[in-house]
């Protein structure tokens, strides 16, 4: 019975864990790592610094949250004895916890300097370094050469830059700029940077953050003896610094590690003893337990640094630094070598492009000289055709020429004969107008005549008129008739002749009527072939004016033949 209740108690006995889970976050990575319980801080940083590959570890720690501070781990206790989280896996920050004075000559190794930084860089961008605009577009072009390499334009094109953090959030409000404007400022800077390799390009930067006021500086809050005024405590690799609240940039008393005697605290109370023993003995108060182990730990490591860097390496720096050295003038001479090959394969590759170029270029001649010749070789089919339809066309005109040479010999002919009938119907024409003008003044002769032939006539008919008149009054005066007397002969009585002579006078004026009536006629005539000749002389005009126009068509045609005669001797001679 009692057996049986033994191994029940052991039952209900809970079994510890051997091991327990840790995440490390370093600047560019996490870590996760199992440890065994009885694992001291030392060694879980050194199972990181192996896993990092970091041997500078003097400068390094690890740090986590407690409550609202925050602390580093101790090397020399147990991790699970420490104020450490009760999460799983619990959570450390791997980060640089004493800074160096001088970059360039403290960071041996590689890795040292780019996870200095990463943890630099972050504190000018979270504003925990304060870095004026100016400097912070300097920074930033190191950065983005450390990232990205040399400036290429053909690759770097506007806008490659916008999904980085470059700049402190205080700097773009400062002023009223675009991203773009930014990123153009911060490219300028960029592409002067052109050879320098991402460790030189972080040694650069390191090298002007080193110069800020707060590179490097722990703050912590502080109250100063009797007057209970609050100040701020400044740890850093230099010494002590004492500032106002509300500035962080320049202290109002520096305590360099130097000048300082001895420093304790006895539970909240700091003592600052100068190493002059004429100067006066600093005191100040830290509220909190917790933050005043955090100082006196920070000013033991800060000093012991200090001591350190005035003393000669020892055979592991020495060692460390050889091997850097020698690191740095292998990669040295490898960039030369890959600068070399990579200027060759530049060069290559601007021949090739050359080339190519050449070869697109010669390409497109030969196709512009293939097609030149088959237009050439239509040029010249078209010119042969051209050439006999010219030939042809000439044999033609020196037809049309033969016979326009002869059509011209036949107009002059007939232009001569033209002429000569021209001048024949000129001629006539003058004959006849002659002839008009004779008969118009036959005309006005004949009427003249005519006139005076009837002013004869009427003078005759008025004679005659007269004595008929007379003779009549002597017959009835002188001898009347009677039936008892008889008749005497007419040829022996004068009375008898009176009335021989009125029938004479009768005989004349019947003949001057029909003379009349013949003038007449002959006028009419006369009127009938004046009209005749007047429609003959228009008719001469008319054709008078055909026979000129002919002459000028005439003359139009043989000049036209005399062109076409031109023209068939300047295609000859071509």
């Known amino acids: 019975m009692a057996f049986v209740l033994n191994m029940s108690i052991l039952g209900l006995k809970k079994k510890q864990p051997k091991t327990f889970k840790v995440k490390v976050i370093t600047m560019d990575a996490e870590m996760e790592f199992s440890c065994e319980v009885k694992w001291k801080g030392k060694d879980l940083f050194d199972l990181v610094c192996r896993t990092v590959g970091l041997r500078e570890t003097w400068f390094f720690g690890l740090r986590y949250t407690v409550k609202d501070t925050y602390a580093w781990l101790k090397q020399e206790k147990r991790v699970l004895d420490q104020e450490v989280p009760k999460d799983s896996p619990i959570m450390f920050h791997f980060l640089a916890k004493f800074f160096p004075e001088k970059v360039e000559e403290e960071l041996v190794q590689e890795i040292t300097q780019h996870l200095f930084f990463l943890q630099v860089k972050k504190q000018i961008l979270d504003e925990e370094i304060f870095c004026s605009p100016e400097a912070s577009v300097l920074l930033a072009s190191y950065a983005v050469q450390a990232k990205y390499g040399d400036y290429d334009p053909n690759f770097h094109k506007p806008g490659f830059l916008a999904q980085d953090e470059l700049l402190p959030k205080r700097v773009l409000m400062q002023y009223q700029m675009t991203a773009d404007m930014w990123e153009e400022k911060i490219t300028a800077w960029y592409a002067e940077h052109r050879g320098i ?12 953050a080193q110069d800020l006021e707060m590179y490097g500086v722990s703050y912590f809050h502080i109250t100063q003896n009797k007057r209970d005024t609050d100040l701020l405590l400044g740890v850093d690799a230099q010494g002590l610094h004492i500032y106002s609240p509300n500035n962080k940039l320049n202290p109002s008393k520096s305590f360099p590690w130097s000048g300082i005697r001895n420093i304790s605290y006895s539970e909240k109370e700091f003592t600052i003893k100068p190493l002059d023993k004429k100067k006066d003995v600093f005191k100040f108060y830290s509220s909190q337990l917790r933050v005043n182990k955090l100082i006196l730990q920070l000013c033991i490591g800060n000093h012991d640094l200090f001591m ?108 001569m004969k033209t002429k000569e009938e021209k001048r024949l119907m000129e001629q006539k024409m003058r004959e006849a107008e002659q002839l008009a003008v004779k008969l118009v003044e036959q005309s006005e002769r004949r009427l003249k005549e005519a006139d005076h032939l009837k002013q004869d006539l009427t003078e005759a008919k008025d004679a005659e008129r007269r004595a008929k008149q007379k003779l009549l009054e002597i017959t009835k005066t002188t001898y009347p008739v009677s039936k008892n007397i008889n008749p005497v002969p007419v040829s022996h009585h004068p009375s008898v002749y009176s009335l021989y002579s009125a029938s004479r006078l009768d005989f004349k004026d019947s003949d001057m009527k029909r003379l009349s009536m013949e003038i007449e006629r002959e006028r009419l005539e006369y009127m009938e072939k004046s009209k005749h000749l007047q429609d003959q002389l228009k008719e001469l005009k008319t054709e008078i004016e055909s026979l000129k126009l002919e002459e000028q068509q005439q003359q139009q045609q043989t000049a036209l033949i005399i062109k076409h005669k031109c023209l068939n001797r300047f295609i000859k001679s071509d």
């Open 308 to 415: 350190r860097r005035r003393k000669v390496d020892s055979i592991e720096v020495q060692q460390m630094k050889a091997q850097a050295k020698e690191e740095k003038a292998r990669k040295k001479m490898e960039r030369q070598i890959l600068a070399r090959e990579k200027q060759m394969r530049e060069e290559a590759e601007r021949a090739k492009e050359e080339m190519e170029r050449r070869l697109f270029q010669l390409q497109d001649e030969a196709r512009l000289a293939n097609e030149a010749l088959l237009r050439s070789e239509e040029t010249a089919d078209l010119l042969a055709e051209k050439a006999q339809i010219a030939e042809e066309e000439a044999k033609l005109l020196a037809h049309k020429a033969a016979e326009a040479e002869q059509e011209r010999q036949r107009l002059e002919v007939t232009a």
């Open 197 to 208: 390799a991402r460790d030189e390009a972080e040694m650069e930067y390191l090298k002007i």
